[in-house]
């Protein structure tokens, strides 16, 4: 990997928090990367910081409640034209009822609709493990 791109790689953290059978997804605002797209809630890592930690802080900020970090369930990477990501994925539970901090939409979504919705690149994998398989 070249100098230019290991500067570029952004480790990510993002929590899966299903309750009722939907899980917990957030819009991309406008003027952010990947603007429109649907996403687990979660941000980067900064220097220093676990990923735990990371994430407990992103929630907050963004949906302005506590969650409780269980295992990682899932670890991809992708590169995209401007930076690659690599993004850990942790099965969570809500503290409280969270409510969008960053003008960013969110809804609950069955695992069924998980597919109907665009998600980043980075996160189709965990989506089709996600989604129910149709029956053989």
């Known amino acids: 990997m070249s100098e230019t791109a290991a500067r570029r790689a952004i480790l990510v953290t993002a929590a899966v928090i299903e309750r009722d059978g939907r899980f917990l997804v957030t819009r991309r605002p406008d003027g952010t990367h990947l ?28 949906l302005d409640t506590a969650i409780e970090v269980g295992a990682e369930i899932f670890r991809t990477s992708h ?30 979504v069955r695992r069924g609709e998980l597919g109907a919705l665009e998600f ?13 398989r149709p029956p053989a």
């Not at 979660?42 to 802080?57: D, F, M, N, Y």
């Not at 995209?80 to 009822?97: A, H, Q, S």
């Not at 189709?124 to 129910?132: C, F, G, H, M, Q």
């Open 35 to 62: 603007a429109g797209c649907w996403e687990f809630p979660g941000g980067k890592c900064e220097p220093g910081e676990t990923p735990e930690a990371a994430l407990s802080r992103e929630i907050r900020e963004e």
């Open 79 to 108: 590169a995209y034209p401007d930076r690659t990501v690599e993004l850990r994925f942790f099965e969570c539970r809500l503290l409280g009822e969270p409510t969008p901090q960053q003008g960013q939409e969110a809804r609950w």
């Open 120 to 132: 980043p690149p980075a996160d189709a994998e965990l989506v089709r493990r996600l989604s129910p």
